[in-house]
C-alpha cells in the first residue's frame, strides 16, 4: 500500500507543478504582450513629435541596383605617315603591350590595314596613343548595348540546362525501347539548342571583353567616307549610280558574248542562209 500511495504523490506533484509553470509562462507571455505596443508608442513618439528626424521615403525601400551595362566597343582610326609598315607594326606593338593581339593585316608600301582587338577598358588609352604613329585624320568610335541580348540568353541557357535535366532523369527512369528512344532524341536536340546558346553567350561576352580597332595607314590623307545623301537629289544620284552600274555590267557582258558569237554565230548564219537558199530553189522547181 505505501508505493502506490508515494506514485500517486510523485503524480500529483509533476501536475502541480505543470500548472505552476505554463501559469508563470503565460504571466510573463501576457506581460510582454502588454509591454510591446507601450514600447513601440515610445519608439514612434520622438518622431511624430519632431518631424524633422523622420527618415525619408525613399531611404526605406531602396531601388534595385541597375545593371552593369555590356557595352561592344569598336574603333576606326585613319593615320597619315611616310613609312606604312612601320607605322603598321607599331599598331601592333601597342595592341600587344595593351593585352590584346592583332588579326588581319594587308600593307604594301604606301597603304596599310590592320585590325587588332585590345581589352575594352584599354581601347581609348590605346587609341590616344596612336598620334604618337601618324597624324591622326579621321578617329571614330562607337558602343551597342549588348545588356538585354545577354540577360535574354543567359536566361534561356538556364531553363533549357533545367530541361537538359529534368529529360536526363526521365530517360534514366524510361522503362522501354520506344521511351528511350523518344526521350534520347529530345533530349539530343535540346542539348544541341543549349550548346548554341553557351556559344552566343561565350560569342557575346568575348566582344564585350574586348573592343576592335581598325587602323588605316597611308601616306597620304585618306579622304572621308561620304556622307549618304537623303531626299529626291540623294534618291535621283543613287539611282543613277545604278543605271550606271548596270549598264557597264550589260558592256561587260557583251563583250565576253563576242567572241563566242564571231566564232560560233558566224558559221551558223551561213549554215542557215544556205539551208533557206536550197529550200527556196527546189521550191521553185518543183512550180
Not at 111 to 140: A, H, I, K, M
Not at 166 to 172: A, I, K
Not at 241 to 258: C, N, P, Q, S
Amino acid at each position: 500500500m505505501g508505493r502506490p500511495v508515494l506514485w500517486v504523490g510523485v503524480a500529483l506533484l509533476a501536475l502541480v507543478s505543470a500548472g505552476c509553470s505554463s501559469a508563470k509562462d503565460s504571466g510573463t507571455s501576457a506581460g510582454y504582450n502588454a509591454a510591446a505596443p507601450e514600447a513601440a508608442t515610445q519608439k514612434v513618439a520622438p518622431q511624430q513629435g519632431n518631424p524633422q528626424e523622420k527618415a525619408p521615403a525613399p531611404a526605406a525601400v531602396q531601388p534595385v541596383q541597375e545593371q552593369e551595362r555590356q557595352l561592344v566597343r569598336t574603333a576606326t582610326v585613319d593615320l597619315r605617315s611616310d613609312d606604312v609598315r612601320k607605322a603598321v607594326s607599331q599598331v601592333k606593338d601597342r595592341a600587344q603591350g595593351a593585352g590584346g593581339f592583332a588579326g588581319q593585316e594587308n600593307t604594301t608600301s604606301t597603304y596599310g590595314s590592320v585590325t587588332v582587338r585590345v581589352p575594352s577598358n584599354q581601347l581609348d588609352t590605346v587609341v590616344d596613343g596612336l598620334e604618337q604613329v601618324g597624324e591622326v585624320t579621321r578617329r571614330e568610335m562607337r558602343s551597342e548595348d549588348v545588356t538585354d541580348q545577354l540577360v535574354d540568353v543567359e536566361a534561356r541557357i538556364a531553363t533549357q540546362k533545367a530541361s537538359v535535366e529534368r529529360l536526363r532523369v526521365l530517360f534514366e527512369r524510361a522503362g522501354s525501347t520506344t521511351e528511350i528512344a523518344q526521350i534520347e532524341g529530345e533530349l539530343t536536340k535540346r542539348q544541341s539548342e543549349l550548346e548554341s546558346m553557351q556559344r552566343r553567350s561565350e560569342s557575346l561576352k568575348g566582344k564585350v571583353a574586348m573592343a576592335t580597332l581598325t587602323v588605316q595607314v597611308s601616306t597620304t590623307p585618306l579622304a572621308p567616307p561620304q556622307e549618304k545623301k537623303a531626299g529626291f537629289g540623294g534618291a535621283f544620284a543613287a539611282g543613277w549610280d545604278a543605271l550606271g552600274t548596270a549598264f557597264r555590267w550589260i558592256t561587260v557582258g557583251v563583250g565576253g558574248l563576242l567572241p563566242f558569237l564571231l566564232v560560233l554565230g558566224v558559221p551558223a548564219a551561213v549554215v542557215i542562209y544556205l539551208l533557206r537558199r536550197r529550200r527556196v530553189t527546189r521550191t521553185n522547181e518543183a512550180a
